[in-house]
Structure formats: structure tokens, C-alpha cells
């Protein structure tokens, strides 16, 4: 199935900027959307609710004026990240908000989000779904969705635990539309590698909290820098689905990463203040290990993309051909 014609002759690199819970922002979002790859946010990250209105207005003012001035440039559209859950209560105002700016893609999460499907169709926008397994997969398919994100093991915040190489090619046998591929990317390589396993784009959280237009704090970011991969603990116990978070700030909450099964999250605290899931306990993917600074996004973004060009050209060169 041919990519849909809103991402066609608008993006530097086939990447998607996943929706960072507190983080993201429209600096962020307009930034990765003026580099050329898709920006998004969730749109609980507005609060109160009616700042919603007023980010959505900043970003569809700000990128539409940058296409009126440059029109040969390939700038991306954006997206809004809505939980489908009954705990969302904010759910219909919000999606009252994208529908009067018309966002372009919607990304949804937790359940089948039939109705947000519909109401997205009807005003022309996208929503891509994301999921851990086959099941998952199938059924944001049976609820009309228009691409499946594929959030697999090693990705930041809540991931799953199976290999990108067996959900992609299992997914692959009765699905033939778009896929973004979710799970320690953060080189431009990588992204290379998605497409050779059959997504259509990578899906890229983590790299982006270690830049300059990321509402996250120093420390955060730093601590990602400063991070490996066996940094990365697998837990339940902050949200009550499983996630990765940083071991550091973990041990910051007081909390010992190795005894987390036998935890009590109402006792967390450190500072006096209580402790809270994504504010104080921080979610990244095992792709940390390949994060050297917390440059701005249009460097992060060039740098991928130097990347990808390079592995696609040695993937044609005499010394990397086997057959």
C-alpha cells in the first residue's frame, strides 16, 4: 500500500517524533516538523485544557507560514497523541479542538479507537494506532485505523517485549499499510533498518528529550546523555502498565531498580515532595546508550539523516554486498 499522499515530498527522513508525555511541546513539535520529519504531542501535555486551543493555533499559524515563505521546502505535518481510555475525561473537548484546526494525524493509544476514527475521517485526518502485539494490531485494524505504530522492546515509556523482527513480519502477513516502527532508535542507521524490515517509518522518542527545545529538565536530559542501555529498567509499578525508565532516577526516588516487583509507589518520595511517574521518574529507551549531547532538533535531525544517507550507500558499496 503506497505511503498516504500527506507525508508524500514533505519529509527530510521516513521518522515519525514520538508523543513524550510532559515534554513535548510546540517549540518541539514545530521544531521536528520544520526539519522535515512528522512532530507530535499529546494533548494532555496542555493543561488546562483550553491551552489546547492555544498550542494547536501556534503550531498550524507557524508552519503554515513557513510553507507560504518557503514552498519547496519539505516541511512535515504534526500530530496529536489522544488516549482512548474512559480515564481520559478530557477526551471530547480535545478532540473537538483538533477537529476545528483540522490536525492532519491523530496517534492513539491504550484501546480501539473506533469513534476518534470516525470523527478523524470525517474532517480528513490520519490516525495511526499504537500497539505491543498481533491482537492489539487487529484490532485497531477492525476499528478502521489508518497505520499501526509498533511499539516494540527497548522502546521508551510503555513498550512491549517482542522483537521488532518478529512483530513486523508477523503484522506483515495480513497487513499491507503503513507501519512506524517503535524500539531504541536514535541513529540514522537504525531508521534504515526499519525500512528493511518492513515499516514504513521509525518512531523516535528518546532522542529528542536530550535536545534543546524539549521541555524536559536539565537533569533529565543529562541523565539520558549520561546513560546506557543497562540503564534501562522494565517496570509496572509506576503506571500499572509496563514501561522503561532510567535506573537513576529511580534510585533518586529512594527506590532500589532491583527489588521494584516488591515496591510501594505511595511511599515514593524524595525532597519532601511526592513522586510521580514520567514527572520525577523518567521513561527512555535503551537507544540512551547512542545520546552524546542535547544539541537542538534541526542537529539531531541533519545528523540522522547524514546517517541514513551513509548506511544507505555502504548497503550498495562493494563491501557490504553478500550476494
Not at 494533548?43 to 499559524?61: S, T
Not at 476514527?117 to 480528513?124: D, E, I, N, T, Y
Not at 498481533?134 to 522502546?155: F, M, N, Q, T, Y
Not at 509506576?238 to 526516588?253: D, K, M, V, W
Request: aromatic share 8%.
Amino acid at each position: 500500500m503506497p505511503i498516504p499522499n500527506l507525508f508524500r515530498d514533505r519529509l527530510v527522513l521516513p521518522m515519525i517524533g514520538a508523543p513524550l508525555f510532559i515534554i513535548s511541546h510546540p517549540p518541539l513539535v514545530i521544531a521536528q516538523c520544520l526539519a522535515g520529519v512528522v512532530g507530535s504531542f499529546p494533548a494532555l501535555n496542555a493543561r488546562p485544557k483550553a491551552q489546547l486551543d492555544e498550542w494547536l493555533a501556534e503550531i498550524v499559524e507557524t508552519l503554515d507560514a513557513a510553507r507560504k515563505r518557503e514552498p519547496e521546502r519539505r516541511i512535515a505535518p504534526f500530530a496529536v497523541n489522544q488516549i482512548v481510555h474512559a480515564s481520559n475525561d478530557r477526551l471530547d473537548h480535545d478532540m473537538l479542538a483538533c477537529e476545528k484546526y483540522r490536525v492532519p494525524m491523530l496517534i492513539t493509544s491504550l484501546r480501539a479507537p473506533g469513534d476518534v476514527v470516525k470523527q478523524a475521517h470525517a474532517w480528513g485526518g490520519l490516525v495511526f494506532h499504537d500497539v505491543i502485539s498481533v491482537r492489539h494490531a487487529e484490532k485497531a485494524l477492525e476499528a478502521g485505523v489508518d497505520g499501526l505504530i509498533l511499539v516494540c522492546s527497548g522502546a521508551g515509556g510503555h513498550a512491549g517485549t517482542l522483537s521488532p523482527f518478529a512483530l513486523v513480519r508477523e503484522v506483515r502477513q495480513f497487513y499491507d499499510g503503513p507501519i512506524a516502527l517503535s524500539g531504541s532508535i536514535a541513529h540514522g542507521g537504525s531508521v534504515l533498518a526499519a525500512q528493511a524490515m518492513g515499516a514504513d517509518f521509525a518512531y523516535v522518542g528518546t532522542r529528542f528529550i536530550a535536545t534543546a527545545e524539549a521541555r524536559a529538565a536539565n537533569e533529565y536530559k543529562d541523565m539520558v546523555v549520561a546513560s546506557t542501555a543497562k540503564d534501562i529498567v522494565y517496570s509496572s509499578l509506576f503506571t500499572g502498565i509496563h514501561g522503561n525508565y532510567l535506573r537513576g532516577s529511580i534510585e533518586r526516588a529512594g527506590l532500589d531498580p532491583e527489588q521494584l516487583a516488591n515496591g510501594d509507589k505511595s511511599d515514593m518520595s524524595f525532597g519532601g515532595a511526592q513522586t510521580k511517574a514520567w514527572r520525577d521518574i523518567w521513561g527512555a529507551g535503551q537507544g540512551v546508550g547512542q545520546i552524546s549531547d542535547s544539541p537542538s532538533v534541526h542537529t539531531v535531525i541533519m545528523r540522522m539523516r547524514d546517517e541514513y544517507l551513509a548506511a544507505r550507500a555502504a548497503m550498495w558499496s562493494g563491501s557490504a554486498t553478500y550476494v
